[in-house]
């Protein structure tokens, strides 16, 4: 996985990078600045556009001088403008206004006219991950100025005035793309700071994952390329015991869609059997709507350790009794999956807390989440808040959302890549039970089943709003849940 590096150590992973390779931090600028125009070339294929890059003093600005450059020798219109003169610059900002080709116009940008073609790109060059300090007086003007402009916003590394891992009151560029390099500041991952990032683009510029690795043991980003060392493999003579046997308790009168979606994804995640237990007293007569799940009655002496996995929560009703659900609990006795009313029912009765089974997941959205752990003020605490929590109760807690982190009772943070905003639809949370408690039912390791449904999950979001975008319904992400496999390569 991506590690993501935070604080000082993005600035030490800089410097111990171009020693161990014995090149100059110049040619790790040069090695940036091809990447974003390669990147720049597969998006905005228009030569004849305007395109302004605005440079602050440190190595941000160095970035964009050298994309100035490239950009310019490959045919593009450049306007160039700079903070403060290239004496009170970083050494690599002076190098590269060196080597700006004379055609390129290069002014202060308090002589600029304000004015931005029609179709223009203003590339943000300003700030990076050097940013001390909240915006103000010029500089915050000048980024208000670009933010009201009707072009295209493209920033480096970071928005300006986004701090890279904490959130910010001041002013900050809206960006349309936020190319940034090597791997996601952490601060781009919150919800609350989607108007400043736009799309996010995660661009290599040649230092390995290896290297990385060293400089973060505790926070990732799980892409693609992450899963399929974590699926287990079944052969020709696998029967269906070996895909697990899989129950779903929830399902109140009035809320039975919520616990079919979780078992119907269950199924189409690989589990041999999937059984459902609605909430109902007397539940025999009820129609399921698939032929290949079993009704299943929750008796007081029922062996619960017969099931493999148990998704425990979605449509529970909120007049479940706290020793109904701890008698199951103890019965089971084995990591469960919890979502939903049963997550409300331990943020209600926090003694339940204790007894849930060692790593348990929990998947909470952040109102759920809220109930658990009292309110937040905002993403960085909400996730500092989720980290406590895994580590004191012992369990992973899931948090969902765009980017959902799994934070793991060891206190190591993975942070989600795949999925869209075509997912935030009804029923789309109960999908995902579904397929965690089937990949534990599969015999995965809590961890694994806990990443693997996460980017399943999301997977399937973006393969079904290829053709459904805003129309999507929770059933359409659990049909494109088989071809995650095919795109993924797993058998
Ligand atoms: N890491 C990598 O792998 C690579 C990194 N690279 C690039 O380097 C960037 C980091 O460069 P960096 O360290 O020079 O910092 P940067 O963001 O340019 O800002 C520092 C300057 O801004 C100033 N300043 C700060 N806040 C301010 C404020 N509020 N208001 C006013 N001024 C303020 C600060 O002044 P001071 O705080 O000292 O007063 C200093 O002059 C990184 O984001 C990436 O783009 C690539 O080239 C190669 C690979
Ligand atoms: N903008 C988004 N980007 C990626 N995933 C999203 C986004 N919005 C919602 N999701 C995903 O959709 C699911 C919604 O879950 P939840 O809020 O519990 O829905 P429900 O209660 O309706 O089932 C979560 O897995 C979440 O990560
Ligand atoms: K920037």
């Not at 807390?353 to 960085?380: C, D, M, W, Y």
Request: aromatic share 10%; hydrophobic share 40%; with cysteine.
């Amino acid at each position: 996985m991506l590690p993501i590096l935070v604080g000082e150590s993005i600035k030490e992973l800089d410097q111990e990078f171009i020693l161990s390779k014995g090149i100059l931090s110049l040619d790790l600028m040069e090695q940036a600045a091809n990447a974003f125009t390669n990147w720049f070339y597969g998006v905005f294929e228009d030569k004849e556009v305007q395109i302004y890059i605005f440079c602050g003093p440190g190595n941000n600005g160095g970035d964009g001088l050298a994309i100035a450059r490239l950009l310019s020798e490959n045919g593009y219109s450049i306007n160039v403008f700079y903070l403060k003169n290239e004496k009170d610059c970083s050494n690599d900002f002076q190098a590269n206004f060196e080597r700006l080709p004379k055609n390129i116009s290069a002014t202060n940008f308090e002589k600029w006219d304000k004015k931005i073609e029609d179709g223009g790109i203003i590339i943000d060059a300003i700030f990076g991950v050097g940013l001390s300090r909240v915006l103000e007086g010029p500089i915050s003007d000048l980024i208000c100025e670009l933010n009201s402009s009707l072009a295209t916003r493209i920033a480096i590394d970071l928005p300006s005035g986004l701090p890279s891992d904490s959130v910010t009151t001041g002013q900050v560029f809206h960006s349309d793309h936020t190319v940034t390099f090597q791997f996601p500041k952490l601060s781009l991952l919150f919800p609350e700071h989607i108007q400043f990032t736009g799309d996010l683009h995660i661009i290599d510029i040649g230092i390995e994952d290896g290297f990385l690795q060293d400089f973060s043991k505790k926070a990732f980003y799980i892409r693609k390329q992450d899963i399929s060392s974590r699926h287990r493999f079944f052969h020709r003579f696998s029967h269906k015991g070996d895909f697990g046997r899989v129950l779903f308790i929830g399902g109140a009168p009035g809320k039975l869609g919520a616990l079919f979606l979780s078992s119907y994804a269950a199924l189409r995640t690989g589990s041999g059997l999937v059984s459902c237990a609605p909430e109902f007293e007397d539940s025999i007569g009820i129609q399921v709507p698939y032929n290949e799940i079993m009704l299943y009655q929750v008796k007081s002496n029922t062996d619960l350790a017969e099931m493999d996995a148990i998704g425990i929560g979605s449509g529970w009703g909120n007049t479940i009794d706290p020793d109904y659900f701890l008698s199951i609990m103890i019965r089971f006795n084995k990591p469960m999956v919890i979502d939903a009313d049963a997550i409300n029912l331990l943020a209600s009765n926090p003694f339940l807390l204790q007894k849930v089974p060692k790593n348990s997941i929990l998947t909470p959205h952040v109102k759920e989440f809220e109930r658990l752990v009292g309110k937040v003020a905002n993403h960085a605490e909400r996730i500092e808040k989720a980290i406590s929590f895994a580590i004191k109760y012992e369990v992973i807690l899931i948090l969902k959302g765009a980017h959902t982190l799994i934070a793991l009772p060891d206190g190591r943070q993975l942070f989600n890549s795949s999925g869209n905003q075509y997912m935030a639809t009804a029923g789309s949370g109960d999908v995902l039970t579904g397929m965690i408690t089937s990949f534990l039912g599969q015999g995965y390791t809590p961890e694994n089943a806990a990443i693997c449904g996460v980017f399943h999950h999301g997977l399937a979001g973006e393969l079904a709003s290829e053709s459904k975008r805003r129309g999507m319904v929770a059933s359409d992400i659990i049909e494109k849940i088989p071809t995650t496999f095919v795109e993924l390569k797993i058998s």
